[in-house]
Structure formats: C-alpha cells, structure tokens
C-alpha cells in the first residue's frame, strides 16, 4: 500500500515539476527573445491562456479520479456494511434457535418431571390404601 502512495506521489510530483519547469521555461524564453513589446504581450497572453487551460484540464482530471476513488470507498464501506448486517442476522437467527431448543428441552423437563411426581402421588394414595385395608384385615381378625 506504501508503495502505491509514493508511486502516487511521484507522478504528482513530476506532473507538477513539469507544468512548473514548463512555464518557467516559457516565461524566460519570451522574456529573453527580441520581440516588440506589444508581441511579448501577446504571446504572453496565449501563453497564459494556454497554460491556463492546460491547469484546468489537469485539475478536472485529478477532480475525476478523486471523486471515482471516493465512490469505490463508499461502495466497498457499503459492501462491508452489508456482510455484518447479514452476520449480525444470522447470529440472531441461530441465538432464536438456541432459545427455542432450550425452552422446548425445558417444557420436557417440566411434563417428565410432573409425570414423576403424579406416579409418586399415586404410589403414595396406592401404598396408603394397602396399608389401610391390611389394618382393616389386621382388626377384624
């Protein structure tokens, strides 16, 4: 990544050198050549004007590929937004099913356990009776 930001810097910084290195060239070229003054001004001026040209054309090109770098930031950030959305929602689904699976184990539990105790209950009324009806026998005789 380092290594394509100083590539990145580089460029622009022999893109800049150039334009620079261009116009200083230009300014002393005009300004040393024996022309009339009224055609160094001129040539000065459609310099200019062509340098400035040359700048906006430049400055709407970098404007382009910033705004293309920004729209594929904001694709991927909404690309990662979407994976953990999904992630979140599966954990919640598997958390749902944990919690039903346990409550149903729970449910179990509760009828297996009441069913006991009504066995106890009626092994307790069953042993009661017995014992009864064998005092019974037990006094009569």
Not at 47 to 68: H, L, N, P, R, W
């Amino acid at each position: 990544m380092s290594s394509n930001n100083d590539s990145g810097n580089f460029t622009r910084g022999f893109i800049i050198g150039a334009v620079v290195g261009g116009l200083s060239g230009a300014i002393a070229a005009l300004l040393l050549a024996p022309k009339s003054g009224e055609e160094l001004r001129k040539e000065i001026a459609d310099q200019s004007v062509d340098f400035y040209s040359k700048a906006t054309d430049y400055f709407k090109t970098m404007e382009g590929k910033i705004e293309a770098g920004i729209n594929e930031g904001k694709y991927k950030a909404q690309g990662i937004m979407e994976n953990a959305r999904h992630k979140a929602e599966d954990i919640l689904h598997d958390a749902e099913n944990v919690l039903k699976d346990a409550r149903m184990k729970a449910s179990t539990a509760k009828e297996q356990i009441q069913d006991r105790i009504e066995n106890i209950r009626d092994a307790a009324k069953a042993g009661t009776e017995a014992f009864k009806a064998e005092m019974k026998t037990i006094d009569n005789k």
